[in-house]
């Protein structure tokens, strides 16, 4: 009996962020959850692509390897600020943290990608809970990872 129930532990969560309000309420979700079961955490962000709208490349102007740089180290320093202040909670709780950052990525892809390589066994993320023509015309990262994920996804509204 006992293995079934180890078994069904989770032993590492991915907590996805891009920083905002709402994805705080998984962070903080996730931070408690692991710190109760005594797990690990890794804390993922996925950062944009330099963005390349068609209508400047058409027009003839092409952004300099300085300027792609430029704008990789703003995200990275962007992705920074959120892992430290999530850092300091996680401390405060006495739970550790890995934190990625995703370059040049769309969210769900990164989670994915990010849950697999990391043998995570949760992915604890929020969701405004938009429904119907709301979710169709906003997009939904949540959703996809809820379809494509091969680990259990807990949402957090």
Request: charged letters at 15%.
């Amino acid at each position: 009996m006992s293995s079934i129930v180890e078994s069904m532990m989770y032993k590492h969560i991915l907590i996805p962020t891009d920083g905002s309000e709402l994805a705080q309420k998984g962070v903080e979700q996730g931070l408690g959850l692991a710190k109760a079961l005594g797990v690990r955490i890794t804390v993922v962000i996925a950062t944009d692509a330099y963005p390349l709208a068609g209508l400047t490349i058409g027009a003839g102007w092409v952004p300099t390897v300085e300027e792609m740089h430029s704008f990789d180290a703003a995200q990275k320093q962007f992705a920074d600020q959120i892992f430290s202040r999530i850092i300091e909670s996680a401390a405060a709780i006495g739970v550790a943290v890995e934190t990625i950052q995703v370059p040049n990525s769309r969210a769900a892809s990164a989670i994915l990608q990010v849950a697999t390589e990391r043998a995570c066994d949760l992915i604890v993320m929020a969701s405004h809970g938009r429904r119907g023509v709301g979710r169709l015309l906003l997009g939904s990262q949540t959703a996809e990872v809820l379809a494509h994920s091969p680990v259990s996804v807990l949402v957090v509204k």
